[in-house]
């Protein structure tokens, strides 16, 4: 199945009937008075997250949503048959946008919870509702107002505990694959990995967390060189971000440039995202001797300021795999117990998240236009 993290989708929600002109005619009543029916209200539209879900790719070929419109009032004062809503299943981690508001309606993460994305229209009154002592045969009746109508914009970002970043070719698949399940492609050429790939990282009885593997980072990701800028977004949603430096490049660029420029490609793409707290992991060590590793690392802590621990593995060889993980577990159950207990953490957190999710919107927009401008003056060049 095709990995598709982004769909525009028309949802309409359903009309409100309108209400009945009646009388009641029997034989031999007089008098019978007014009798029409309310309308019935439209259906209205609603999404869910749901787990067995992880691509977009049905909106692609399924981009209109409509709700059942109420039935109209009837005789006999006969309500209208209220119209049925429309729930859309879609994978957890999405985000709804309207296209042209700009509003973030909602970023589904929770599978139970259905948000409402276009209310349905209300039902009209029949003449019913409009008699009184002054007014004994009305002819009055109210029409059912029109559904919302809405363009949203649908954003896939996954739901992953740990997200890995670095230059292509820096190990970024081998680690998944050495410490989980997942078997990404693994090959000596640059972009290997072309959709982000998730892997389960057991330790125990009900110790694990989600690794995420996007594709590699080049310089201008953030401006959307390569194919970094499209899934840069799936690590937002991450507690923590991995940074694989390779201590020998197969191009023999220095991994300290390459590390800053990562960081640089971060803070351009989204200061809150940068800001996310990230480990330093020197992979390959297997590759150099003890001492011109230590050289690297204190090369790499002089340059980027960095007082943090560093971690040294070889993936290939899951050499350094297993104490990396547990580090890593240690401090996301930390997390999980922070957001239970500390209200203000968990606020803290749900700001950060919000910031970010509007960085990353307003980048890829930008860069989206850019894109389109460079491809109108290409045209305009090639006329000329």
């Known amino acids: 199945m095709k990995f598709v993290d982004e769909a525009e989708v028309i949802v309409d929600a359903g009309n409100g ?4 002109l009646s009388f009641r005619r029997e034989k031999y009543i007089e008098k019978g008075g007014p009798d029409g029916g309310d309308g019935g209200d439209g259906g209205s539209v609603y999404m869910q997250a749901d787990a067995a879900l992880n691509t977009l790719v049905d909106f692609r070929f399924q981009p209109r949503y ?6 109209p009032g009837q005789g006999k004062n006969c309500t209208g048959r209220g119209g049925e809503d429309l729930l859309i299943k879609v994978p957890v981690g999405t985000s709804i946008i309207d296209v042209n508001t700009e509003e973030l309606i909602a970023d589904l993460n929770n599978p139970e919870v259905p948000v409402m994305v276009a209310r349905g229209g209300k039902h009209g009154l029949g003449n019913t509702r409009f008699k009184s002592s002054t007014n004994r045969a009305p002819r009055k009746i109210t029409k059912g107002t029109e559904g919302e109508a809405r363009t949203l914009q649908l954003q896939l970002r996954l739901v ?6 670095g230059f292509p070719n820096a190990g970024k698949s081998t680690l998944i694959r050495a410490v989980s399940a997942a078997k990404p492609k693994v090959a000596d050429y640059p972009f290997t990995t072309l959709v982000p790939n998730l892997g389960v990282v057991s330790l125990g009885m009900e110790r694990s967390f989600v690794m995420a593997d996007v594709p590699g980072l080049i310089e201008g990701a953030s401006e959307g060189a390569g194919l970094g800028f499209r899934f840069l977004k799936h690590l937002s949603r991450t507690r923590l971000l991995l940074h694989l430096v390779d201590v020998l490049p197969a191009d023999n660029s220095n991994p300290i440039d390459s590390a800053k420029q990562i960081a640089s490609e971060l803070k351009k793409f989204s200061p809150s995202l940068a800001a996310k707290e990230r480990w330093i992991v020197l992979n390959k060590v297997d590759l150099l ?6 050289i690297l690392e204190a090369a790499l802590r002089a340059e980027l300021g960095w007082k943090k621990p ?9 050499g350094g795999c297993d104490d990396l993980c547990q580090q890593l577990m240690e401090s996301i159950e930390s997390h999980r117990q922070k957001i239970i207990d500390d209200g203000d953490y968990r606020k803290e957190q749900s700001q950060q998240e919000k910031a970010m999710a509007f960085e990353i919107r307003q980048t890829i927009e930008s860069s ?3 894109r389109a ?3 109108d003056n290409w045209e305009e060049n090639w006329d000329d």
Do not use: M, P, T, W
Not at 310 to 315: D, G, T
């Open 160 to 165: 992953a505990d740990v997200g890995l970043l």
């Open 373 to 375: 401008s460079d491809d």
């Open 310 to 318: 560093i971690y040294k593995i070889s993936a290939i060889n899951q």
């Open 17 to 20: 009937g309108s209400g009945c």
């Open 368 to 370: 989206k236009n850019n």
């Open 289 to 294: 001797d003890e001492k011109e590793v230590n």
């Open 66 to 71: 409509r709700a059942e419109a109420g039935q």
